[in-house]
């Protein structure tokens, strides 16, 4: 192509000296390219927009979300003060006591997300007051119960005052949730007028471009056509090429982005789902008198609990490909604790894991394992009442990049140096063992059972 334009290159020099022909062509070029800088800024200010937008929509939902989260903690701070009202037990106070430490700073957080925006603030001030004073009068009445006063907590509670603040609490989240929606629908409506503005501006710019090429087209064809029409097909190739990345571009952009919506979504029902089939056992359980049967449904219970806890940290997590290990058997190891071993007299369950983020199937199956080898140690570990202490450690090998977990109890140990029971749990882990390029391994030399997994990050 470059042989058969040089040829031409005196008569294109012929050409650019003549007065009326080289005036049109600089004009109609101006032209050009004046359209193509106004077509570039539209779509660079809409691209900004566009960004923005994402920006405070993002912001909005992480407003809302703080704004559920903080309701949720105290609906929680108030079941566990009614269940420690109604049953004078402690441990009905966990989530109350959970409260105390989460509910302050998710009020810090959402002073933070609505800091200068004059609509929220209002709002964020009438319904952070309501929350102290929410806490207060849950304590008052914690404390009224602790110290036997239990009429006068009584009395507390059916005054009112409680409800009045969560509805309270309520209609401010309500407003919250109003003020964003509101604001969503009309950032929106606005983005789709820039959208559609600016696609008629390159529409437009587009044929303005082409009526300018057709016109000069014609001029040049009439001196140097061969030149032309290589030229003609120089542009006909770029344009093509740019519109095509341009396209694609956006395309990958906007799969990337329905992808990882739907990664999240999928996440979120599939944690929902399994939460649901896990109440259901819950339920059942009630309702089953065989030993039996009630230890076997407990152990699916806590399997499914551990895939659960997986997929509720991918849809909370910005990070969707990766799980922090740390945080991730925190809330498993409280979930066990909760519901294999509930009550006085049971085994206590303790925690020790330094900061490991591994990918989402290898979180599955260490999740997995934990459960199995926790359930097995709460079923053979300790006699019903004798209490006693399961610990679990998560810490880095420094000799290579791998992670070593540990489960072990102080119970009698294995004696015939095989696990207890009808030997599912022991072909689930050594299959999810399997897949993380490892094996599970037993301590010969210590008292009680000592339970390890050496893994590749």
Known sequence: MFSAVRP????????????????????????????????????????????AFNDQVERSQQVRGAAGALLISLVDAETGQRGFLLTGRPEFLAPYNRAETSVPEQMAELERLTAGDPQLEAHVAVMLEASRDKLAELERSVALSRTGRIGEAV?????????????????????????????????????????G???????????L???????????????IGEIQ???????????????????????????????????REVNHRVGNSLQLVSSFMSLQLRHLADDGARSALKEAQARIEAVAHVHRRLYTSDDMTSVAMDEYLEGLVAELGQSLAPGAGAPTLSLQAQ????????????????????????????????????RIRLEPDARARRALLTVEDDGPGLGDAKPKGTGLGGRIVSALAAGLGSKVEYDPDYAGVRARLAFDL
């Open 355 to 390: 900061p490991l983020n591994v990918s989402t199937d290898q979180a599955v199956s260490i999740g997995v394992i934990v459960a199995e080898l926790v359930t097995n140690a709460v079923k053979y570990a300790y006699r019903p009442g004798q209490g006693g202490e399961i």
């Open 229 to 263: 029409e290589a030229r003609d097909t120089l542009d006909r190739m770029n344009a093509g090429l740019e519109t095509q990345v341009r396209d694609r571009t956006a395309q990958l952009t906007l799969a990337r982005d329905r992808a990882e919506a739907m990664l």
């Open 8 to 51: 031409s290159l005196p008569a294109l020099l012929r050409f650019a000296r003549t007065p009326s022909i080289g005036r049109s062509i600089v004009t109609l070029l101006a032209g050009a390219i004046l359209l193509l800088l106004a077509v570039n800024v539209a779509t660079f200010v809409m691209i900004q927009r566009t960004v």
């Open 197 to 207: 503005l600016t696609l008629w501006a390159n529409a437009l710019g587009g044929l």
């Open 209 to 223: 471009v082409v009526v300018l090429a057709g016109i000069m087209i014609w001029l040049v064809r009439r001196y």
């Open 155 to 195: 009395q507390l509670v059916r005054s009112g005052q409680g409800r009045a603040l969560m509805d309270t609490i309520r209609a401010q989240i309500g407003a919250i949730d109003e003020i964003e929606m509101v604001r969503l629908e009309s950032r929106t409506r606005q983005s789709e007028y820039g959208s």
